[in-house]
């Protein structure tokens, strides 16, 4: 039996998913970092000075054609002090923006930097007032090769840990880690596998070194085979960024290549947003790294309203294990968003499959992956950084509110001498989900921003991009997370007692 909320009728759904124009209104204004709470010590909160995204793995060649796009958000296009660079690794080059056009010191524009051969891992830095908030990805299109498909991967900042949930080692399959270090210091890292079975024991992932400002590039599939991997990276030595590539394929008949996104700490409630609507295949899995096994209850937010399947009141994924699910028809056609509530900390992703599967004919299949995140709570904001534009091309965000109703300003932002489709404001009803979609029948890619209403409640947000080609369909999938915009610092106050005998 399938337990089914569904959102009051006609007059009130229309009132709850709101889209008013906005372009042209006075309000826009750059988003600016709010002041964090002061505490008994004083402490408070000072604009990012500088950000440094890592981009693993853009590809040019005679048949694979990237971009890196970026953007430092703000609802209206203005000049400020500050730069915004996109560089290959180890100084080896800077990349021309689209057009040649110079955006460097410019808030609230997209910028486009089209990929040339041998550019190997990319930098797309920001300082001054381009930092707060800085958000870029690689988006790739392969037309033909056992590579072909569109991917879209988030260029992420250097840390001390990320979890993934994704890939698998099996004939046909391969699974590949890009650890990057953009500092000037090395970095050690120790690799933590889990798979359907239990912990994955992996020497060679422990105790990796990567140089100063270089790239290491590990397959898991050699070092580990599983049918499906949870993945823990840390740095036990400076910081690194890490990305996971899925490549699959049956022969000469590919099934699709994608970016698996990095995925919340475990935490005893997750939401997984962006879960693709449509035909073909979704398999939640969900992944348990402790030493005690998890009992999971799963609920799909639908544009429909809820969801809670019977058979995914109680999933039991053993200790140290990554589970899988496969959602079926349980949940219908539409667009979901996953809340997964356990008795233990779990993260989980959705592996999403369109076209032929193995074993199941010749036209090329195709895949994407989309992974628990952090929501977007009130006053913050996220940047999807590049729309695909063009025929036969669609672009739609899943706006979710697990819990209270939410308002989001969704602003489309332009690269330079081009225009964006005009802004909107979209009510998000409590426990459902909004399918918005995105102009594609414009001149060039953009961006767009995200903003969560001052109180408002918390959205969890992901985007599906997806092309219709001749042999079958492409599509590629990003969540999307709140960047900082502001960082804490602590109230410093003199020590009379300092310097005395």
């Known amino acids: 039996?399938?337990?089914?909320?569904?959102?009051?009728?006609p007059g009130l759904?229309?009132?709850?998913?709101?889209?008013?124009?906005?372009?042209g209104v006075g309000t826009a204004r750059a988003i600016k970092p709010e002041p964090v709470s002061s505490s008994p010590a004083g402490a408070r909160s000072v604009p990012v000075a500088a950000a440094a995204l890592a981009c693993p793995a853009p590809s040019a060649t005679g048949v694979t054609s990237s971009v890196i796009a970026a953007a430092a958000p703000a609802e209206r296009a203005e000049d400020v002090r500050g730069q915004l660079t996109v560089d290959r690794l180890a100084g080896r080059g800077r990349l021309e923006q689209a057009g040649g056009a110079e955006l460097s010191r410019t808030r609230g524009r997209a910028v486009v930097a089209p990929v040339v051969p041998q550019t190997g891992p990319v930098l797309t830095r920001g300082t001054g007032a381009v930092a707060p908030g800085l958000a870029a990805a690689q988006f790739s299109r392969t037309g033909t090769g056992l590579g072909r498909g569109i991917a879209l991967g988030g260029c992420d900042r250097a840390g001390t840990e990320t979890w993934l949930v994704g890939g698998g080692a099996e004939v046909g399959r391969s699974a590949t880690l890009f650890l990057t270090n953009p500092d000037e210091a090395a970095a050690v890292v120790d690799v933590e596998l889990w798979g359907p079975d239990g912990p994955l024991d992996a020497p060679t992932l422990r105790s990796v070194g990567v140089?100063?400002?270089s790239q290491q590039v590990l397959r898991l599939d050699a070092a580990a085979p599983a049918d499906r991997y949870g993945v823990h990276v840390v740095a036990r030595e400076g910081r690194v960024s890490a990305a996971l590539r899925d490549d699959q394929y049956d022969g000469l008949q590919p099934l699709g290549t994608d970016w698996v996104p990095a995925a919340a700490a475990p935490a005893s409630r997750v939401v997984v947003p962006a879960v693709l609507q449509g035909s073909g295949s979704r398999l939640l899995q969900i992944l348990a790294p402790g030493t005690a096994g998890a009992v999971v209850s799963v609920r799909a937010l639908g544009v429909d309203g809820e969801v809670e399947p019977d058979s995914l009141a109680a999933v039991s994924v053993p200790a140290g294990s990554v589970a899988e699910v496969d959602l079926g028809d349980l949940l219908g056609r539409q667009a979901v968003a996953l809340e997964l509530s356990s008795d233990v900390p779990v993260t989980?992703?959705?592996?999403?499959?369109?076209g032929t599967a193995q074993g199941e004919g010749t036209t090329p299949g195709e895949l994407a992956y989309t992974a628990a995140v952090e929501p977007l709570r009130s006053?913050?904001?996220?940047?999807?950084p590049y729309v695909a534009v063009g025929e036969g091309r669609l672009a739609e965000l899943l706006l979710t509110a697990a819990e209270g109703g939410a308002?989001?300003?969704?602003?489309?932002?332009a690269q330079p001498?081009?225009?964006?489709?005009p802004a909107r404001t979209v009510l998000v009803g409590a426990g459902s989900s909004v399918l918005v979609p995105l102009d594609t029948d414009v001149a060039a890619a953009y961006s767009v921003l995200l903003v969560v209403e001052g109180g408002s409640g918390a959205v969890s947000a992901g985007a599906t991009l997806r092309e219709a080609e001749e042999r079958g369909p492409m599509l590629?999938?990003?969540p999307l997370r709140p960047a900082p915009v502001a960082v804490p610092v602590p109230a410093v106050h003199a020590d009379p007692t300092l310097g005395r005998d």
């Open 417 to 421: 001498g081009q225009e964006a489709p």
């Open 407 to 413: 308002t989001v300003r969704v602003v489309p932002l």
């Open 13 to 23: 759904a229309l009132a709850a998913v709101l889209l008013v124009l906005a372009a």
């Open 211 to 213: 140089g100063p400002r």
């Open 379 to 384: 006053g913050e904001s996220a940047t999807l």
């Open 1 to 9: 039996m399938t337990r089914t909320s569904r959102r009051p009728g």
């Open 476 to 478: 590629t999938a990003l």
């Open 348 to 354: 989980a992703g959705v592996l999403m499959r369109q």
